[in-house]
């Protein structure tokens, strides 16, 4: 029986992720972390969306002000970048780092999926992380995820030892937003979690800043010709009125 253990924050991505692993895999785990990120409402979107999914088992995994960064992601003093939209934000971004990264985030959170799955015997670790997203994330790069499965099974003994090493998953690396969107519509059960998943680097729900995770979010949407589940929800919610572009038309018309 194949196993997997998919590092879960509750956003678009890992979500999308997730449902990968739902069907390419027998049996899936889910693990998320707190690490006192600006955004904790994902925390609360990973357990809906894991529940959702029914995964075999989901661990939260508090690790509180271990990350230190000037990212405002962890801390609540530093603003927000705001964009008009995604080409203006490819264009204040350039070669540089989003402000948002936070150092050796994805390198803990694989050191640690990679004890919880060596100790439950799972050879498959997958993770959300993308390459296209233009942020500029070294930690997102193909060249990272090679890196961090080779170190993993050095540290591990899988290296010399026959007792099969742990793969890392990265399904949707050289995917765009508006890919991750399709596969998303394509995978059973993932359209509809991803009404309940938590994008926004502000921590609010619903989205309506213009901050560089809402930027991506709804670029891939419109591009996509789809509109957003989580959209529709805040707008079913009452909480916010439709977007003015055309893959809400449908909606917009009556037909959601």
């Given at each position: 029986?194949?196993?997997?253990?998919?590092?879960?924050?509750?956003?678009?991505?890992?979500?999308?992720?997730?449902?990968?692993?739902?069907?390419?895999?027998?049996?899936?785990h889910a693990?998320?972390?707190?690490?006192?990120?600006?955004?904790?409402?994902?925390?609360?979107?990973?357990?809906?969306?894991?529940?959702?999914?029914?995964?075999?088992?989901?661990?939260?995994?508090?690790?509180?002000?271990?990350?230190?960064?000037?990212?405002?992601?962890?801390?609540?003093?530093?603003?927000?970048?705001?964009?008009?939209?995604?080409?203006?934000?490819?264009?204040?971004?350039?070669?540089?780092?989003?402000?948002?990264?936070?150092?050796?985030r994805n390198?803990?959170?694989?050191?640690i999926a990679?004890?919880?799955?060596?100790?439950?015997?799972?050879?498959?670790?997958?993770?959300?992380?993308?390459?296209?997203?233009?942020?500029?994330?070294?930690?997102?790069?193909?060249?990272?995820?090679?890196?961090?499965?080779?170190?993993?099974?050095?540290?591990?003994?899988?290296?010399?030892?026959?007792?099969?090493?742990?793969?890392?998953?990265?399904?949707?690396?050289?995917?765009?937003?508006?890919?991750?969107?399709?596969?998303?519509?394509?995978?059973?059960?993932?359209?509809?979690?991803?009404?309940?998943?938590?994008?926004?680097?502000?921590?609010?729900?619903?989205?309506?800043?213009?901050?560089?995770?809402?930027?991506?979010?709804?670029?891939?949407?419109?591009?996509?010709?789809?509109?957003?589940?989580?959209?529709?929800?805040?707008?079913?919610?009452?909480?916010?009125?439709?977007?003015?572009?055309?893959?809400?038309?449908?909606?917009?018309?009556?037909?959601?």
């Amino acid at each position: 029986m194949s196993k997997a253990l998919v590092i879960l924050s509750g956003g678009q991505d890992s979500t999308t992720a997730l449902f990968w692993a739902k069907k390419k895999f027998d049996e899936v785990h889910a693990i998320t972390f707190d690490y006192g990120q600006r955004h904790s409402l994902e925390i609360a979107s990973a357990l809906k969306v894991a529940e959702m999914a029914g995964v075999e088992s989901h661990e939260l995994i508090a690790v509180p002000k271990i990350l230190k960064s000037t990212s405002p992601l962890t801390d609540p003093d530093v603003q927000l970048e705001l964009y008009t939209d995604a080409k203006q934000m490819d264009a204040v971004i350039g070669n540089r780092r989003e402000a948002t990264f936070v150092p050796m985030r994805n390198a803990l959170f694989l050191t640690i999926a990679a004890n919880r799955a060596e100790v439950a015997g799972i050879k498959n670790l997958v993770t959300g992380v993308c390459q296209m997203d233009n942020a500029n994330y070294d930690d997102c790069r193909e060249v990272f995820i090679e890196s961090a499965e080779g170190y993993i099974n050095f540290a591990l003994g899988h290296d010399h030892r026959d007792t099969g090493e742990i793969l890392v998953h990265a399904p949707l690396m050289y995917k765009s937003k508006k890919e991750t969107v399709l596969l998303a519509k394509s995978l059973a059960g993932c359209w509809e979690a991803l009404a309940y998943t938590h994008t926004s680097y502000d921590g609010k729900y619903p989205p309506t800043d213009m901050n560089h995770a809402n930027v991506l979010r709804a670029d891939g949407f419109e591009k996509a010709g789809l509109p957003d589940p989580l959209v529709l929800r805040a707008v079913s919610e009452g909480l916010m009125e439709l977007p003015f572009t055309a893959n809400y038309d449908e909606a917009r018309n009556g037909n959601r």
